[in-house]
């Protein structure tokens, strides 16, 4: 694992991802969340939406060009990162915020970047901190903005 804990989003991330799952009821929106790791937290700076191209509503893809866009200043791309890319973020409009069946295949196919992996549930309007390993999702401990944990 690159990092075990989470530091608290900045507001304007955690309103972006949130507002998302309200602007398409009944449908999954999705982006991507870069950052740095600090000791062993991981700090987000920012979410970027990209357009959730799944031909259900239920579950989410991303489109590959806006994706290519989100990643380029990171350390996924850029041989001069300025982020590093910390993971991923989708929302489950009206449905828990674990991860689903769907969101376990589409991991385990191999279809979902190691790292952070954040669902918004519009249940409590709450925000769910998982890391996937590769091999399945971990609780990530949240911790002050900036300071180490252990
Ligand atoms: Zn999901």
């Given at each position: 694992m690159?990092?075990?804990?989470?530091?608290?989003?900045?507001?304007?991330?955690?309103?972006?991802?949130?507002?998302?799952?309200?602007?398409?009821?009944?449908?999954?929106?999705?982006g991507?969340?870069?950052?740095?790791?600090?000791?062993?937290?991981?700090?987000?700076?920012?979410?970027?939406?990209?357009?959730?191209?799944s031909?259900?509503?239920d579950?989410?893809?991303?489109?590959?060009?806006?994706?290519?866009?989100?990643?380029?200043?990171?350390?996924?791309?850029?041989?001069?990162?300025?982020?590093?890319?910390?993971?991923?973020?989708?929302?489950?409009?009206?449905?828990?915020?674990?991860p689903?069946?769907?969101?376990?295949?589409?991991?385990?196919?191999?279809?979902?970047?190691?790292?952070?992996?954040?669902?918004?549930?519009?249940?409590?309007?709450?925000?769910?901190?998982?890391?996937?390993?590769?091999?399945?999702?971990i609780?990530?401990?949240?911790?002050?903005?900036?300071?180490?944990?252990?």
């Amino acid at each position: 694992m690159k990092f075990r804990n989470i530091g608290d989003l900045p507001f304007d991330a955690f309103t972006l991802i949130s507002a998302s799952a309200y602007k398409t009821p009944g449908r999954e929106a999705c982006g991507v969340l870069v950052g740095s790791i600090v000791n062993d937290t991981a700090l987000v700076y920012q979410a970027r939406p990209i357009k959730n191209i799944s031909e259900n509503d239920d579950s989410f893809v991303m489109d590959p060009t806006e994706y290519l866009a989100a990643i380029m200043d990171t350390d996924f791309y850029s041989d001069t990162p300025k982020y590093t890319l910390l993971g991923i973020y989708h929302t489950h409009p009206d449905f828990p915020g674990y991860p689903s069946l769907i969101d376990w295949n589409a991991a385990e196919s191999g279809n979902v970047i190691r790292g952070m992996y954040l669902i918004f549930t519009t249940h409590g309007n709450s925000l769910h901190s998982y890391y996937w390993d590769g091999d399945k999702f971990i609780v990530l401990k949240r911790t002050q903005y900036g300071s180490s944990a252990s």
